[in-house]
């Protein structure tokens, strides 16, 4: 059972114009949200996050949204670059057994073309 | 500047050898995770730990345990090796705290099991 899903493998976007990936999650009890870059032969790199608190958190050209009512998370790059291009994961956390757990999607390629 | 180090980048071993997977971070993080990345499935918790010789299950413990003797390393070991088991292996670490916890990634060790 995913609690956490990236609907789009892919996505390609052209240089200078925005890219917005997507996060369903089913789990009305996770409490914060991150947004993970990763590229190849490389570990994931924290991007940004957000509280369930807040429904916007902007650093730069990067902006995540969280719709609450909708279980949905969206991540905004503007303007995209070609250095941009990589898997984006998401990630949910939650509280288990008095410890926190990341639920992590399956992640979105992102290609921008120069 | 958080460092997370794993000890191979790449791995081969046969069907049946006991394997351990190395990760050590710097930053004196309470938290420590292993999880694995494979293509179409994301990042999946194997184990994690909040504290030295503590561990707990993650959500595909099987064929898989763990040692946490000091605070600053967590290994991964393989009891008798599978081919299912090949994949990439990714470490994090995070501060215990309830705002802004990051985890912070190794660059990976690829392991294929023949």
């Known amino acids: 059972d995913q609690q956490v899903k990236q609907n789009s493998p892919s996505l390609s976007v052209q240089e200078g114009r925005i890219s917005i990936l997507n996060c369903d999650y089913t789990n009305s009890m996770f409490d914060y949200f991150l947004w993970y870059k990763k590229y190849p032969a490389e570990g994931p790199t924290f991007l940004i996050s957000i509280s369930s608190i807040k429904d916007k958190n902007e650093d730069g050209r990067f902006t995540v949204f969280l719709n609450k009512s909708a279980k949905h998370l969206s991540l905004h790059i503007v303007p995209s670059q070609p250095g941009d291009s990589a898997v984006y994961f998401c990630?949910?956390?939650?509280?288990?057994?008095?410890?926190?757990?990341?639920?992590f999607g399956t992640g979105t390629r992102l290609k921008v073309l120069a | 500047d958080v460092k997370v180090t794993q000890s191979s980048r790449y791995l081969v071993k046969r069907t049946g050898e006991k394997v351990f997977l190395e990760c050590v971070q710097d930053?004196?993080?309470?938290?420590m995770f292993w999880y694995r990345q494979d293509p179409g499935l994301g990042l999946r918790l194997i184990y994690f730990?909040?504290?030295?010789?503590?561990?707990e299950k993650g959500d595909i413990p099987e064929g898989y345990s763990v040692s946490r003797e000091k605070k600053e390393r967590f290994s991964l070991i393989l009891e008798s090796a599978s081919t299912n088991q090949t994949s990439m292996y990714l470490c994090?670490?995070?501060?215990?705290?309830?705002?802004?916890?990051?985890?912070?990634f190794g660059p990976g060790t690829r392991l294929l099991v023949l």
């Open positions: 990630a949910a956390r939650s509280l288990t057994s008095g410890t926190y757990k990341y639920i």
């Open positions: 930053m004196d993080h309470e938290n």
């Open positions: 994090a670490s995070s501060l215990r705290r309830r705002e802004k916890e990051t985890q912070y």
């Open positions: 730990s909040y504290d030295v010789k503590m561990k």
